[in-house]
């Protein structure tokens, strides 16, 4: 009997809680996934909620047992998984029927398939969802992407099941396309950053300082009660405090110093570059989960070169100095990725809207902080870059000295900081009025007669190296 309001496609972690969270809001949903070994268990961990599911072995079950027009999420992994499971799905569908793509999917491709269906009369949606298993489960971010009439009609659903700031739902329509799943990658950037700019300061902390996780754990909690107010500097402070029982040694001093990744902060960096539309910081980040991959050769540098004596005194860096370097960094950093949001609003025309985004991202999300609700507001007076609104020029006058007193120290102690240095680095070239590109335009007009504007006259101009150095 057709009576589920919405059906999820992939019961595994994130799917499984995904289903739960929707019935636990006192909606039917029907749930199915590709190896059907896993609905016992799945239906088991559902406890009570498994009144309101429907377990299904068979997609044409699952298609039978939904409402018209049906809605279908689904929760598989980004890429062919996805393109495979809407060809095996379509044929058992009415054109009415509402494909959404909740993973973690190139904006290109959510492009192309929402292109695919349109062309076909189809409806479909792709949703970035931000939280993990504890999001899924309990409250996500979702940044909506697709027809705006599409979107409306899931709208009661996916706000119910989203994250509440206040009583604002953490889920907002983005634009056409894949602007929803843009804005999600543009968040997994900032949160490699975000993640990056802590490690720097933990690195700061253990190596400069000699802390033990331990200690270097009550310094996060305590910056957590400040306005680093943050998921990630909470979930900081927590994995530096937890002990291994195998070894009674720190969870973290067992943990191999090589970062994995799936992609989507490779994806902002690649994005930043074809817009225009620098993201030093991200890419500063996304280099060093490269970089800590490359372990056999980070440890064969030590050899041939020797360790970094590293220890920095309280004189030359307080900790005060590291809390306020994260604070201008953070600030930095997401300067310019709302810069990127900007830019790609413009060349894609989306319209997408700034201080919603932020708003969006205050809770449920993996990079939920007490900045965000601060910077929605900047963000709702349409500020030329994040930094140069009142609010945040404020706060980085306030910390950018220890940007640079930790940048320096770390520098010369020879700590790694590429995404504190990089933020100082942006800094100083956003105030910079006039640059050295003079020298760039003058080198590309010599070798390549390019051609360069004056300062005081207009049009294009060549120096009076043009030809001579071809005789
Ligand atoms: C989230 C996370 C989630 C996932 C990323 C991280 O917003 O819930 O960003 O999407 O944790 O895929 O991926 P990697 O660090 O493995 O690239």
């Not at 076909?120 to 949606?125: I, K, T």
């Not at 799943?181 to 490699?192: M, P, S």
């Not at 991959?293 to 041939?304: I, N, P």
Request: aromatic fraction near 6%; include cysteine.
């Amino acid at each position: 009997m057709a009576q589920s309001d919405i059906g999820v496609i992939g019961l595994g972690t994130m799917g499984a809680m995904l289903t739960m969270n929707i019935a636990d809001k006192g909606f039917h949903v029907a749930g199915y996934n590709r190896t059907a070994a896993r609905l016992a268990s799945y239906m088991e961990e559902a406890g009570d909620l498994a009144a309101r599911i429907t377990p299904c072995e068979t997609l044409e079950t699952f298609v039978a047992s939904l409402k018209t027009p049906r809605a279908i999420i689904l929760m598989v992994p980004a890429g062919a998984p996805v393109d495979d499971q809407i060809a095996a799905l379509r044929p058992l569908l009415d054109e009415a029927d509402l494909i959404i793509d909740a993973g973690n999917a190139n904006f290109h491709d959510t492009n192309r398939r929402a292109a695919a269906a349109k062309a076909a009369g189809q409806a479909f949606l792709g949703i970035g969802v931000s939280g993990g298993a504890e999001g899924a489960r309990f409250g996500p971010s979702i940044m909506g992407g697709g027809s705006r009439a599409h979107w409306d009609r899931v709208a009661p659903i996916l706000t119910a099941i989203a994250a509440q700031y206040d009583d604002t739902a953490c889920a907002t329509y983005m634009g056409e396309g894949g602007a929803g799943h843009f804005v999600k990658t543009v968040h997994n950037g900032i949160e490699y950053a975000d993640m990056q700019l802590i490690a720097e300061a933990y690195g700061i902390l253990r190596d400069g300082k000699s802390m033990q996780a331990a200690a270097c754990g009550a310094v996060f909690t305590r910056w957590n009660t400040g306005v680093l107010q943050s998921y990630l500097i909470e979930i900081s402070g927590k994995v530096s405090g937890a002990m291994d029982e195998a070894t009674r040694q720190p969870v973290l001093d067992v943990i191999l110093d090589r970062a994995g990744q799936k992609g989507t902060g490779r994806w902002t960096v690649i994005e930043s570059q074809m817009l225009g539309a620098p993201v030093p910081v991200i890419e500063a980040a996304v280099g060093a989960r490269n970089l800590s991959a490359m372990r056999d050769l980070r440890q064969a540098g030590e050899a041939a070169f020797g360790a970094a004596e590293t220890a920095i005194s309280d004189t030359d860096l307080s900790l005060d100095d590291i809390e306020a370097a994260l604070i201008a960094g953070k600030v930095l950093c997401y300067a310019q990725g709302f810069d990127l949001l900007t830019r790609a609003s413009a060349d894609y025309g989306w319209d997408l809207p700034m201080a919603e985004i932020a708003e969006v991202w205050r809770a449920g999300c993996i990079i939920r902080s007490s900045m965000l609700n601060d910077m929605a507001a900047a963000l709702r007076d349409g500020p030329e870059n994040l930094a140069l609104a009142p609010f945040f020029r404020d706060v980085i006058a306030k910390n950018i000295k220890g940007l640079r007193k930790t940048a320096l120290a770390a520098q010369t102690a020879g700590l790694p900081v590429p995404a504190l240095a990089s933020a100082l680095a942006y800094f100083d070239a956003l105030r910079q009025g006039r640059s050295t590109a003079n020298m760039l335009q003058a080198q590309r007009d010599f070798f390549g007669a390019h051609g360069f504007e004056r300062v005081d006259a207009p049009g294009a101009h060549h120096g009076p190296w043009l030809g001579q150095h071809l005789e």
